[in-house]
């Protein structure tokens, strides 16, 4: 991994589409799935040159999520899309039995996950779907930092048999990745070394985080920063051995303190390496209307913040 | 190998009805070992499944569960696993020495479907509303495929007050799939008491019609009117079909028909599974 500055700014949101094409192309079996925000997804991207293969259910989550069940019964690779809020806020039932329960080839992927949907406010800005995915058995659940990351994890998505959640988002991001880039499930990668402070961070955080760890390296304190893009399964050897190289843990992510990468990680480190941890997350509450930056500054999704809680951390060593 | 000739080959209307009853045998047979399971909505859907089964409507094999061409039958009322486990069982998907450990640990007779578990359960289910948009899944899928399966799904009164039925009405039609019935077990009563105090879904027919769907109107304990029924929806093209069958939730056992509420969800005593087996076979 090398930083990308000459790679224009792009959303995660952005690889759906493009992935769904290259997918079709390169021959998988591939159908997919909108519910009336096929322009905001790129779902309706696949239409462009498959539209057999693509099916938009109108406004109707539930009825989407069940019918993939249905097409991967019939042994189709199958992609569904919506926005964070609805799948799995319309749809969880039916993503718990007839996705989770039934192990089917289902990927969902969500975009407008997080507060930096902006404007849209509270309704439109889930901070806990990742709680609700993770804690289903069996499901995987990926959230991207940036759109190669994305693409890539949407292509292995098709690679496995398995039901995934990948959660994207709306605001456009610098790139962290260089297109050679490889995504494997359940592996954290490393994007910085360090001996002082370990920064775990998924999605729209990792890059604010690899700024805090300039900060923090000019005080003098050397973080190591993890890339967790898969929350589950766990990366668990890389966070037990960060604690133990680092002593000290800080987790960053765009959603709820509870239920997302930080409770992880806690659970992680109580049951195998207790460690100092601080959190920087949204705070239990919902979101509001707002610019994605001025939100992010809002709930304290900045480098500052990241930095704020890496010293906190290293002070309780 | 499996045939068209050996799947569709219809059974006389005397043997269907023997069928019928060795089905509500079972079912009362299962709820009283397990001491729990839905007798009610089971005993209500008998000629339904017997129809499909082995009336000569549903292409299936039941030496080949996963054949690719079969028709899909998918319980949506997925709390009605007696009734489905003991079609399957008569139909030999698996050994019916299996009907006893219904609802225990370990079975593959699960309290609600469970796909795969045993051969032959098309869905997992037992959430209600969920399984004619399954249907509309599995439609779909095989019209991308070219084949000519067709899928049957069965679904509870009460559970059309879950919306997600007219999400999956609505679809199905749009997408033009007329390889694809469903069937509505009429039989008035819900979980909480009689469908008309608990929430009206009537004008019932006018609703799928609404919805573009066919309707077609049977008694459903009518195992020979049922057939008919079903197979005119099977030749009916151009438009999704519904079947909806008038039932008795209860049906063969009095005391059980005689208060449907409560007979939902529970299991017979001794004395009362010997009554049931008396009044089934009388």
Redesign the interface.
């Known amino acids: 991994m090398t930083s990308q500055a000459a790679l224009p700014a792009a959303a995660t949101r952005e690889a759906y589409g493009a992935a769904l094409l290259r997918l079709a192309r390169e021959g998988y079996e591939i159908v997919a799935l909108d519910a009336d925000l096929s322009a905001s997804t790129g779902g309706n991207k696949l239409a462009t040159e498959f539209p057999e293969r693509w099916f938009t259910v109108g406004a109707a989550e539930a009825n989407m999520i069940s019918i993939a069940a249905g097409l991967a019964a019939t042994g189709k690779t199958v992609f569904a899309a919506s926005f964070a809020v609805f799948m799995p806020g319309h749809c969880y039932d039916q993503i718990r039995v007839q996705i989770a329960q039934q192990r089917m080839n289902v990927k969902l992927v969500a975009s407008h996950g997080g507060v930096s949907v902006g404007e849209d406010g509270a309704s439109a800005q889930a901070i806990e779907d990742l709680a609700l995915m993770t804690a289903l058995p069996g499901m995987n659940v990926v959230v991207p930092c940036d759109v190669v990351e994305a693409e890539a994890a949407m292509v292995a998505a098709a690679q496995d048999a398995e039901p995934w959640y990948i959660r994207v988002g709306r605001p456009k991001l610098p790139v962290v990745y260089t297109e050679s880039a490889q995504f494997e499930l359940g592996r954290a990668d490393l994007l910085r070394e360090g001996s002082d402070v370990t920064l775990i961070a998924c999605g729209l955080l990792v890059e604010p985080t690899l700024r805090a760890a300039e900060t923090l390296a000019a005080e003098g304190i050397e973080a190591r920063v993890l890339n967790m893009a898969t929350l589950k399964p766990l990366d668990e050897a890389a966070i037990v051995e960060a604690a133990r190289e680092t002593g000290a843990i800080v987790t960053a992510e765009e959603h709820n303190v509870i239920g997302g990468l930080g409770s992880a990680v806690a659970r992680t480190l109580a049951l195998q390496a207790p460690t100092p941890m601080e959190q920087v997350g949204v705070a239990d509450r919902f979101g509001e209307s707002g610019s994605w930056q001025s939100l992010l500054e809002r709930f304290e999704l900045t480098p500052q913040a990241v930095a704020a809680a890496a010293r906190r951390a290293v002070a309780r060593k | 190998m499996t045939t068209t000739e050996q799947i569709t080959q219809a059974r006389d209307a005397a043997e269907l009805e023997a069928i019928a009853r060795r089905i509500r045998e079972q079912i009362v047979r299962m709820t009283h070992a397990a001491q729990s399971g839905h007798p009610g909505g089971s005993l209500s859907a008998v000629e339904i499944l017997t129809a499909l089964y082995f009336g000569g409507v549903m292409r299936h094999d039941p030496s080949d569960p996963d054949w690719s061409e079969r028709d899909r039958f998918v319980l949506s009322k997925g709390h009605a696993t007696p009734v489905i486990y003991a079609a399957l069982a008569e139909a030999g998907y698996f050994s019916a020495d299996w009907i006893s450990s219904f609802r225990s640990l370990g079975s593959e007779l699960q309290g609600h479907v469970?796909?795969g578990r045993p051969p032959g359960v098309?869905?997992?289910?037992?959430?209600l509303?969920?399984?004619l948009?399954?249907?509309?899944?599995?439609?779909?899928?095989?019209r991308?495929?070219g084949r000519k399966a067709r899928v049957w799904c069965l679904l509870g009164d009460g559970e059309l007050n879950e919306?997600?039925n007219w999400?999956?009405a609505?679809?199905a039609a749009?997408?033009g799939l007329d390889r694809i019935t469903a069937i509505v077990d009429r039989n008035h009563f819900q979980n909480d008491g009689a469908g008309t105090e608990i929430m009206r879904i009537e004008p019932l027919a006018e609703k799928w019609s609404a919805f573009g769907w066919g309707v077609h109107e049977v008694d459903g304990h009518d195992v020979g009117a049922v057939t008919q029924a079903l197979c005119a929806a099977r030749e009916t093209d151009g438009a999704p079909q519904v079947v909806i069958a008038e039932t008795v939730k209860g049906k063969g056992v009095s005391f059980m028909a005689e208060n449907p509420a409560g007979w939902h969800g529970k299991g017979p005593s001794d004395a009362q599974l010997a009554q049931a087996l008396e009044e089934i076979h009388s």
């Open positions: 469970v796909r098309e869905m997992s289910g037992g959430a509303g969920m399984g948009s399954f249907s509309v899944g599995l439609a779909l899928g095989h991308l495929d919306g997600q999400e999956a609505m679809s749009h997408f």
